[in-house]
């Protein structure tokens, strides 16, 4: 060839494009790297891919250029990867998230004591918001319940009704609650016909076919009367063995010193010093 006067010379040929060389296999074979790409031939095979693309700089980079890849070929392989499971950038971040459990004895005791936590908090949030339940004491509410019945009681969205059984506070009683059952309510006018033995609010005997005996007990009641706003009339089933609203120890009974309805005996008494009534268990007080 000539002299070219300082110009670049044309070359005649192309030289050929070599591929990059393939990576070697990893000797090294982590749990870190078994977790991440399953296989040492999946590792390879990834590091290869990483090779031709040059779009990061490691498998487990945070990010990834998806465009930068100019290699289509390249790209398909990433892709068939991907959808293959081979490689997937997101497992370890959500594999690093999962909660850690302890094992062994020291996991089992873990559990346990969560159980029992959640137990004693579920416990303390049901008797608090829902109701709780309490003794009996006494025979003023036979036959209906019986000396040491255990009942379980509700005030939750409570507005007492003619006929419900109640546990009440009271001064005269201190920290000792009683149980009766509400006869009338609010602005009803209640009387008494003791020597019938008849029983009427706002002028209508009331039928009482879970009564001991006919009511003859007087106390101190002077009818008719009308039960005061925010008040309510109440007396035991068992009538001529019950201190309750015919007396001045009880009177009219303020809503507010109700503790909760009577829902069902959850546990029976002794009846008459007696053994226990077991057909009572679980039962509603007011199936007669």
């Not at 040929?13 to 990893?26: R, S």
């Not at 005061?228 to 010193?257: A, H, L």
């Amino acid at each position: 060839m000539g002299n070219n006067n300082g110009k670049n010379l044309i070359p005649t040929e192309i030289p050929e494009k070599k591929d990059a060389p393939a990576p070697k296999a990893d000797t090294k074979f982590s749990d870190e790297d078994r977790e991440l790409y399953g296989t040492p031939e999946n590792k390879l095979f990834v590091e290869m891919l990483l090779e031709e693309s040059k779009a990061w700089d490691a498998p487990d980079a945070e990010a990834h250029d998806w465009e930068a890849v100019t290699d289509d070929a390249a790209y398909d392989k990433l892709m068939l990867c991907e959808e293959d499971g081979l490689y997937d950038e997101r497992e370890p971040a959500e594999k690093s998230d999962r909660a850690v459990k302890p094992g062994g004895f020291s996991g089992a005791l873990y559990e346990w004591v969560q159980c029992v936590v959640s137990t004693v908090l579920a416990t303390i949030l049901f008797f608090v918001f829902v109701g709780r339940q309490i003794g009996v004491i006494g025979d003023s509410m036979r036959l209906t319940l019986h000396d040491s019945d255990r009942v379980f009681i509700s005030n939750l969205f409570y507005e007492p009704e003619y006929g419900d059984i109640v546990i009440i506070k009271t001064d005269e009683f201190g920290n000792v609650p009683i149980v009766k059952r509400v006869i009338a309510t609010a602005g009803q006018v209640i009387d008494i016909d003791f020597e019938n033995h008849i029983v009427t609010v706002d002028g209508v005997a009331i039928d009482e076919p879970y009564i001991a005996e006919p009511t003859a007990s007087r106390l101190d009641f002077q009818g008719p009367v009308t039960i005061p706003e925010g008040c309510v009339f109440v007396m035991g089933d068992n009538r001529n063995d019950s201190t309750d609203s015919r007396s001045k120890r009880v009177g009219f009974v303020d809503t507010r010193n109700i503790l909760g309805k009577v829902l069902i005996v959850l546990w029976p008494g002794h009846e008459n010093g007696e053994g226990m009534d077991w057909s009572r268990m679980l039962r509603s007080p007011y199936k007669i």
